[in-house]
């Protein structure tokens, strides 16, 4: 095992001695994802200052006192880019997140400008305060300083993830008495987020009632439109309803794409079940069929198709097959990206057949493709499979060490709950502490990771401890988290516990109301 570590190591090392060349960083199934409109909002940037004061305010912020009792910052001059990346940093604890966005609002010579009002939003949004996010949308409509498409495209996406559909239709629809537009009529790239958005979080029936609503009315259906649709029933596995919008396109006298062509064929492959070998088949014959399709019509697969094509290999845990479709993508021409060798590695991964992996990514180097975390996560499932602690540490603190490829939440959660397992809790707190510095979390996942395996393990001090911190940072916890809690204080005969972390919960909604009467937040609750 150590040799696997030395080999990665050596590939992490050569990486920084060779050019990065541009490459698909997305996964097979987001083959529409480069085609619609995101929110812009500002990305995590080095900023020392902005380290200083997330630190502070993390470290020292008491929810049960105002934010000027535990702010201190006599010497720093706020700004617009100082603000963005401090709330950035406190992306997951959304009250002292809103109580430093509420206190800079205040300062002297600041105001903020629409990208802090966004990151609020979505903070907001990602923990289902959306009265709150109104009102700070009506504060900007006031204010002066504009809601933008881009305002309610954050709003939108989070109703939309916490499945309220209906309330992001009605915020879709009072876009018009927001957002200012050069003409009368909404822009296409708005329907195109609605559409897109409401597909990738398992929506495609809401997108088609107002598609069929409003098409011809308050737009008129392209290929975008139409490959969306059929990308959101590919992801729900509804093959004919995307084949049904497929030939409704092609009625239409609008023509498939490439892209239309590759959401399809990733739909025909992502979910079909692979197991006995009889079903594998079946999917390649379908893939090879839609493929040849394509080249009868006049649309040439790209890299991206023979990715779908070499991950039902890989999904099929068939080695030798990957690596010989791997090579023959390569023989016609067709170089493969960061997804296509993702894959492979993947497979290999799973198959336990690590130093060819590792192979793989001397390779990808070697090609300028920079890995990427989900890469190095399919070593870190290995290493977890087989109890490796030394193989995943080093490996880990390796990848830390050159910042080459930062971690991820995922590489985090898959270390922490390793390590959790295993009862080494001296690198729990190693890691938990570096995904706090890293600003990649903790998230709600991570809080219930820990907690449940602390419950699992009756270490009702720490999971208590754990699970109070997750509410004072405005975290929600799931309601089977906080049944498991109860019921494992209850049957281990903690009752005062209970009533103590009872206490501390009531306590702490009655402040968290009275802090912020003036947006008349709600406390957590699922």
């Not at 570590?5 to 001695?17: A, E, G, K, Q, V």
């Not at 281990?492 to 009467?517: A, C, G, H, P, V």
Request: glycine letters at 4%; a neutral charge; hydrophobic letters at 35%.
């Amino acid at each position: 095992m150590a040799l696997s570590s030395r080999r990665i190591m050596s590939t992490l090392s050569h990486f920084r001695s060779v050019s990065s060349l541009s490459s698909s960083t997305s996964e097979p199934q987001q083959v529409v994802a480069e085609t619609v409109t995101k929110p812009s909002l500002p990305s995590l940037e080095s900023s020392s200052d902005a380290d200083l004061i997330s630190q502070i305010l993390i470290q020292y912020h008491n929810p049960f006192h105002s934010m000027e009792s535990s702010l201190q910052l006599n010497g720093i001059k706020l700004s617009p880019s100082l603000v963005h990346q401090t709330l950035i940093r406190l992306k997951n604890i959304s009250k002292v997140a809103l109580a430093f966005f509420s206190w800079a609002k205040e300062q002297a010579q600041y105001s903020h400008d629409p990208h802090a009002y966004n990151l609020m939003i979505d903070i907001l949004g990602k923990v289902r305060q959306f009265d709150v996010a109104w009102q700070l949308i009506i504060e900007m409509d006031q204010n002066g300083t504009n809601p933008t498409s881009a305002t309610f495209y954050v709003l939108i996406r989070r109703l939309i993830a916490a499945g309220l559909t209906r309330q992001a239709i009605r915020a879709f629809d009072d876009m018009g008495c927001f957002v200012v537009n050069d003409s009368d009529q909404q822009p296409l790239d708005d329907f195109y987020f609605l559409f897109d958005t409401l597909c990738k979080y398992g929506y495609p029936k809401v997108a088609t009632e107002i598609f069929n609503k409003w098409k011809s009315w308050r737009f008129q259906p392209d290929a975008k439109i139409y490959t969306i649709l059929i990308y959101g029933w590919c992801k729900e596995n509804k093959i004919k309803m995307a084949e049904r919008f497929f030939r409704e396109m092609s009625d239409s006298g609008i023509e498939p794409n490439v892209v239309t062509y590759n959401v399809l064929l990733n739909g025909i492959c992502r979910r079909s079940s692979l197991h006995p070998d009889d079903r594998f088949e079946r999917t390649i014959r379908a893939a090879e069929n839609l493929l040849d399709e394509m080249r009868q019509r006049g649309v040439d697969p790209d890299v991206t198709s023979y990715s779908i094509v070499l991950h039902v290999y890989s999904r099929a845990h068939k080695p030798d097959l990957t690596l010989e479709k791997l090579n023959s993508m390569k023989e016609k021409g067709v170089c493969p990206t960061l997804a296509s060798y993702t894959s492979v590695v993947k497979c290999l991964c799973s198959c336990g057949r690590l130093e060819e992996a590792e192979k793989l990514l001397d390779e990808m180097v070697c090609n300028g493709i920079r890995p990427s975390a989900t890469t190095y996560n399919c070593f870190f499932k290995e290493y977890r499979g087989r109890k490796d602690v030394d193989g995943a540490f080093r490996l880990y603190k390796k990848i830390k060490d050159d910042s080459v490829t930062l971690p991820d939440s995922h590489t985090y959660n898959i270390l922490l709950g390793m390590f959790t397992r295993l009862n080494l809790f001296d690198l729990v707190n190693e890691i938990w502490d570096d995904m706090k510095s890293s600003g990649s979390g903790p998230d709600l996942d991570s809080y219930t990771l820990l907690v449940h395996e602390l419950c699992e393990k009756q270490k009702w001090r720490e999971a208590c401890g754990y699970f109070v911190e997750m509410i004072e940072k405005g975290i929600l916890p799931q309601k089977v988290t906080f049944e498991m809690l109860y019921r494992g204080l209850i049957q281990s005969d903690m009752l005062r516990t209970w009533r103590r972390l009872k206490k501390k919960l009531d306590d702490e909604s009655i402040s968290f109301s009275s802090e912020y009467q003036k947006y008349q937040i709600k406390p957590y609750k699922r």
